[in-house]
RNA sequence: GCCCGCCUGGCGGAAUGGUAGACGCAGCGGACUUAAAAUCCGCGGCCCAUGGCGUGGGGGUUCGAGUCCCCCGGCGGGCACCA
C-alpha cells in the first residue's frame, strides 16, 4: 500500500518540552498552497515593472520555456523550481527580479493532432496552454504572469515579422537557392543541426538533398564575434562554450588554384582550401567531391566515373553514416601541375570522403600528415612522401608506417621551405602562392548560414510578397500582422497555407498586380530566439521597447537543458547581435548567466510479456523484487535512465503534487543532488521530503507567538542561536553557488538542533525564569528555519512565518533575507587536529586564534600524540592556526 | 578517432591543500503503543583494533592530497571523414 498523506495520523502531543503544548495535526497543505499562491497574486508581489522607478538593482531570470505538449513533465518540475528558487532568493537580496513565462507555440505537434485527431492546432495548442499554466500555478512559481505570451498569438508573431523585415532591410537576411535537408515524413526543410545522423531529429527519417529557393539568416556574418566572445562568458559552463566554439570551427589556411595539366570542360583550375600548407610537398594526389563541377565534368563523358557518382550520393547520406565508411576513390585520369615543383603533375580522384559543403569540395592529399589522405593513399596505391620531421628523428630513416604525423616538427624534402618550423613554413608557402598570384591565406568557418524556411502551417507567416515584376516586396508595416487563416484543411501531405484557395492570393504593394504571399513559416527556433527581450516589453506596439529591453537584458541567469547547448542558444546570441545591428537593443550578448539542469530519470520496469508499465502501475516489495500493482506479475526492474514515454518511466508532477504538495516535490528535486546533474526520481526520495516538510510544520506548532527578549542566555539557548546563525550563512552561502542540496542539508542540520534545544529545554528548563532566553532562541531558530527554506518551500514558509507574526500581514514573499550575526557565527573554540607524519593521532580544542606554543603545549599534552613522538627526533612542527598540529620526524 | 566531464560507504552525495564520509535515503537497535503506522532517540567505511587500511589503479609534488601534476583504467556525454 501507498501512504497518502491523509493517512497519515497526528503527531504525538507534548512532544517539545515547552509545557505539553499539544502539536497541532500534520500540514494541510491542499488548503495552504492555494491560499498563499492568491496571497501573492493579489498582492502583485511577482510583478515587475518595464522600467522600474526605484534603484533596485536588476536581475532577469529565465528558465527555457516550455513547448506546450499537453501536460508538464518533471523536467520542468526540476526548471522551473531551480529557476523560482534563484528568482525568490534574489528578490529577498533586494533586487528587483523579472521572472516572466511563456509558450513556444508553434511547431509540428500541432499538426500532427490536427492530422491525427481533427483538432485545429491553434485549439489544440491553447488548450494545452491552459491546462499546463494551471498545473505550474500549482507549483507556487514566483512568476510574473501579466508577461505571458505565446509565440503563437498574432500579436508575438506580428512583432516576429517586423524585426524580420527590419533584418531584411539591414542585409541580414537572404533569399537564395540551395541544397536543403529535407525530410521526407514531415515534407519539411531541415537545419544542418536538426539532421541527426543523417536522419531527421523530430521523425527520424532518413534526410534527403533538394534544391529549393530558402529565407537564410545570415548568422555567418557574426561568426567571429559569436566565437571571440565565447571568451569572456565566464558564466556559462565550459563545455558548452566548447561545443559552440567547434560548431562555429574556425581555421586558418590557404586557398590555392591547382592549374589542370590539361583542361576539361573548360575548366582550367581546381581551387583547395588547405590548413596545411606547409606540407604542399608532401602531395601525392588531389581528391574531388563527388558533387564538384570537374567531378560531374568527368563524370559526363566517362560512364564509370558517374556511376562511382552515383554510388557515393547513394550512400552519401545514409549508410556512409552507418557503416564505417571505407574510403575509396576514382582516378580520372586527369592531372594537376604542383605550384612549387616545376614539371610535377599529381593524379586527381573522385573520393567519397571529401565534402563539397566544407572548403572548396576539394582537397591535395597528403598522407604523410593526414591520417584520411593516408587511409586513401594505401587503399589507392598512392605515394607517401613525408615532409616534416618530428622533433628528434633522423631524416634518411623517418618513414610513415599506418599513421600519419601530424605533430610539430621540421620542414624537410620541402624544397624552400627546408629546416623551417610549422608556423615559418605556412607563411613561407602561404607568401609564395601570394607571389605566384594563385592563393593566399585565408581563414575558413565550418558554421553555415541559418536556413529558416519551413512548408508548415503552424509556424510565423513569413511577410513577404512574390511580385512577377517588382520580385520580393516585404508587406508594408500597416499590413502587420500577416495572420494565418483558421480555415485550413490537414487532408493531405504539404503545406496547408500552400492548398489554401485564398489566402496566398493578394495584390503586390507595390505595382498592385496579382502576386502571391509568401507560404513558407518560420523554424520555430526564430520564435525562441528573442522572447527574453520581448518578456521585457510583452504589450508593446513594438517589437522591443528600448528603455524595457536596455533595463532588463541581458538575463542575469538563463536555465535550462544541455540539450539547446548549440541550436537555440547559438540562434539566440545571434539575434541580438542582429537586434544590436538593427538598433532594438543595446547588447550584444543575450544571456549573461548560463546553468544548465541535469536530468530527471527513473528506473523502468517490464512485465513478463515485455511491455512497458508506469512507476504507478508496480508495486516495489522490500526484497527489491517488484510486481504488477493489478495482478501481482513480477516485473522486472530495469535500467534508471531519463524518463520518457517510450519507456513508460515517467512520473506525473500532478499526481505528486496532488498527493505531497508543491513544496514536497520542489524540496525533494532539489535535494537529493547538486542540480547539474542526472538526478534519480524515487518514490522514498519524494516520502523522505514529505516527512521533512511534515517536521517543518510540527517544529513551528504550539506557542511560538513573539515573546520578549531575555536579559541573558544560558548556554542551550546561545548554543541554538549560534546554530542558527551559521545556518543562515551556510544557506546563503550554498544559494550563491547553485548548491541547492547542500543547503538543504544545512536546514536540515537547522532542524535537528532545535530538536536537540528540546530535548535539553526538558531537562534543564533554560537560564531564565520560566526559559524565556530558550523560547527566544527557539522563536528565532524556527523564524529563520522558515525565512531560509522559503525560497525553496514557499507555501509553508509562509504558512510557519504566519504563525510566528500573528497580526502582521506582511509576507514573507516580500521580506529581505536574514543577516547571520558575526558574533553568533564567530566560535569560541575549535577542534585542531593533530597529526604526526600526516597522521591524525589527536584532537584538541583550542581558543580561537591560540598561539603555536599553546597548540604545540596542548598537543604533546595528549597520551597518543606523547606515544607517537616518544624516542623520535622532531625535525618540523607545524601550526596552521585553528586547523591542524603536525609533526614531522626523523627519518 | 577527437574533445569534454565524471569515478568518495548499500545508495544520492558533503568536504577554501588541513579531523574523509556533513545531510539525506535504505538498514539495524531502542523508546512510545494492546498492536501497527506515524513520531522521537541511537548505531553505522573496512580489517587480524591502544593499531592498520581506506575517495577507480599506479606514480609524483607537499609537513599534509578526495582536492594539485603525470600515466593507466572504467563510466557518461558531445562531435565525428571540417582538409
Known amino acids: 500500500m501507498h501512504d497518502t498523506p491523509d493517512d497519515v495520523a497526528a503527531p504525538a502531543a507534548g512532544s517539545r518540552g515547552d509545557g505539553g503544548q499539544p502539536a497541532t495535526s500534520s500540514y494541510d497543505f491542499a488548503t495552504a498552497e492555494p491560499r498563499w499562491q492568491r496571497a501573492w497574486a493579489e498582492r502583485g508581489c511577482f510583478l515587475a515593472e518595464d522600467v522600474p522607478a526605484g534603484d533596485r538593482p536588476k536581475y532577469y531570470v529565465l528558465e527555457m520555456f516550455p513547448y506546450p505538449s499537453g501536460r508538464i513533465h518533471m523536467g520542468h518540475v526540476r526548471n522551473y ?145 559569436l566565437l571571440a566572445a565565447l571568451d569572456g562568458m565566464d558564466r556559462w559552463p565550459e563545455r558548452v562554450r566548447t561545443m559552440q566554439a567547434r560548431w562555429i570551427g574556425r581555421s586558418e589556411g590557404a586557398r590555392l588554384a591547382f592549374a589542370l595539366a590539361s583542361p576539361e570542360a573548360g575548366i582550367e583550375c581546381v581551387e583547395v582550401y588547405t ?40 550512400l552519401g547520406t545514409s549508410e556512409a553514416v552507418i557503416e564505417t565508411a571505407e574510403k575509396r576513390g576514382y582516378d580520372t585520369g586527369l592531372r594537376v601541375r604542383h605550384p612549387f615543383i616545376e614539371g610535377a603533375t599529381y593524379p586527381v580522384w573522385i573520393a567519397n570522403f571529401v565534402l563539397m559543403e566544407y572548403g572548396t569540395g576539394a582537397i591535395f592529399g597528403c598522407p604523410a600528415h593526414d591520417q584520411r589522405d593516408l587511409d586513401f593513399a594505401r587503399a589507392c596505391g598512392l605515394d607517401v612522401r613525408p615532409v616534416v620531421l618530428p622533433p628528434g628523428a633522423d631524416a634518411a630513416t623517418y618513414a610513415i608506417g599506418s599513421e600519419a604525423y601530424d605533430g610539430p616538427g621540421t620542414a624537410f624534402n620541402s624544397g624552400f621551405l627546408d629546416g623551417l618550423d610549422q608556423a615559418a613554413a605556412k607563411s613561407a608557402a602561404i607568401a609564395r602562392l601570394v607571389a ?17 524556411s519551413r512548408q508548415r502551417y503552424w509556424g510565423c507567416p513569413i511577410p513577404v510578397i512574390h511580385c512577377d515584376a517588382c520580385g520580393i516586396v516585404p508587406v508594408p508595416d500597416a499590413d502587420l500582422p500577416v495572420r494565418l487563416p483558421d480555415d485550413v484543411t490537414f487532408d493531405r501531405p504539404g503545406n496547408p497555407l500552400d492548398h489554401h484557395p485564398t489566402w496566398k492570393h493578394v495584390a503586390c504593394p507595390r505595382c498592385g498586380a496579382a502576386a502571391r504571399r509568401e507560404t513558407d513559416t518560420f523554424d520555430t527556433f526564430v520564435d525562441s530566439s528573442w522572447y527574453f527581450a520581448r518578456f521585457c516589453s510583452p504589450h508593446s506596439a513594438r517589437p522591443l521597447d528600448r528603455a524595457a529591453v536596455d533595463h532588463w537584458l541581458p538575463v542575469d541567469q538563463y536555465i535550462g537543458g544541455i540539450e539547446h547547448a548549440i541550436l537555440h542558444l547559438l540562434y539566440a546570441r545571434f539575434f541580438t547581435r542582429a537586434m544590436q545591428a538593427t538598433g532594438h537593443v543595446q547588447v550584444a550578448e543575450p544571456f549573461a548567466g548560463l546553468f544548465t539542469q541535469g536530468m530527471v530519470t527513473h528506473e523502468s520496469y517490464r512485465a513478463a510479456d515485455g511491455a512497458w508499465l508506469y512507476p504507478s502501475e508496480v508495486d516495489r516489495r522490500p526484497d527489491g523484487t517488484a510486481a504488477r500493482r493489478s495482478d501481482g506479475a513480477p516485473v522486472t526492474v530495469g535500467r534508471v535512465e531519463a524518463m520518457s514515454k517510450s519507456k513508460r518511466n515517467t512520473v506525473d508532477p500532478g499526481a505528486i503534487i496532488g498527493r505531497y504538495g508543491a513544496d514536497t516535490a520542489r524540496w525533494f528535486i532539489l535535494s537529493d543532488n547538486p542540480p547539474e546533474r542526472d538526478m534519480e526520481w524515487t518514490e522514498a526520495g519524494v516520502a523522505g521530503a514529505w516527512r521533512f516538510v511534515q517536521r517543518v510544520h510540527r517544529l513551528a506548532a504550539g506557542d511560538v507567538g513573539p515573546v520578549p527578549p531575555p536579559p541573558s542566555w544560558g548556554s542551550v539557548a546561545m548554543e541554538l542561536r549560534r546554530a542558527t546563525h551559521r545556518t543562515i550563512a551556510a544557506v546563503t552561502e550554498a544559494l550563491d553557488g547553485f548548491a541547492f542540496n547542500v543547503a538543504v542539508a544545512r536546514l536540515h542540520e537547522l532542524a535537528n538542533a532545535i530538536g536537540a534545544a528540546d530535548r535539553a529545554a526538558a531537562e534543564t528548563g533554560g537560564a531564565e525564569p520560566g526559559g524565556a532566553d530558550l523560547r527566544w532562541a527557539r522563536r528565532e531558530a524556527v523564524d529563520m528555519l522558515a525565512r531560509l527554506a522559503a525560497p525553496m518551500m514557499p507555501h509553508l514558509a509562509e504558512e510557519v512565518h504566519a504563525r510566528l507574526h500573528p497580526g502582521t500581514d506582511a509576507l514573507l514573499a516580500e521580506a529581505p533575507w536574514p543577516e547571520a550575526d558575526p558574533a553568533l557565527v564567530a566560535v569560541a573554540s575549535v577542534t585542531v587536529a593533530v597529526q604526526v607524519m600526516g597522521k591524525l593521532r589527536a584532537t584538541i580544542e583550542l581558543p580561537v586564534g591560540a598561539d603555536s606554543a599553546t597548540a604545540f603545549a596542548a598537543a604533546e599534552a595528549e597520551p597518543n600524540v606523547a606515544r607517537a613522538l616518544a624516542d623520535r627526533r622532531v625535525v618540523k612542527r607545524i601550526h596552521v592556526p585553528d586547523r591542524i598540529v603536525n609533526y614531522v620526524l626523523a627519518a
Open 436 to 452: 605566384l598570384g594563385i592563393g593566399e591565406g585565408v581563414e575558413n568557418w565550418r558554421l553555415r548560414d541559418w536556413g529558416v
Open 275 to 314: 590548413t596545411r600548407p606547409d606540407t604542399l610537398y608532401g602531395m601525392s594526389f588531389l581528391a574531388l567531391a563527388p558533387e564538384h563541377p570537374l567531378a560531374a565534368a568527368v563524370a559526363a563523358r566517362d560512364p564509370a566515373a558517374a556511376a562511382f557518382v552515383a554510388e557515393c550520393r547513394r
Open 81 to 225: 523550481t531551480l529557476g523560482d528558487v534563484v528568482a525568490r532568493y534574489k528578490r529577498a537580496r533586494g533586487y528587483a527580479v523579472l521572472h516572466p513565462m511563456g509558450w513556444d507555440a508553434f511547431g509540428l505537434p500541432a499538426e500532427n493532432a490536427a492530422r491525427e485527431r481533427g483538432t485545429h492546432p491553434a485549439r489544440w495548442t491553447w488548450d494545452n496552454i491552459a491546462t499546463m499554466r494551471g498545473e505550474l500555478q500549482r507549483m507556487g512559481l514566483s512568476i510574473d504572469w501579466s508577461r505571458e505570451f505565446a509565440t503563437c498569438d498574432p500579436a508575438y508573431y506580428g512583432q516576429q515579422q517586423r524585426l524580420f523585415l527590419d533584418l531584411l532591410a539591414a542585409g541580414l537576411v537572404e533569399r537564395r537557392e540551395a541544397w536543403v535537408n529535407w525530410d521526407p515524413v514531415d515534407r519539411t526543410v531541415l537545419a544542418n543541426e536538426q539532421v541527426i545522423d543523417g536522419r531527421g531529429w523530430r521523425s527520424g527519417a532518413l534526410v534527403e538533398k533538394k534544391s529549393l529557393s530558402q529565407w537564410f539568416f545570415r548568422i555567418t556574418r557574426f561568426a567571429p564575434e
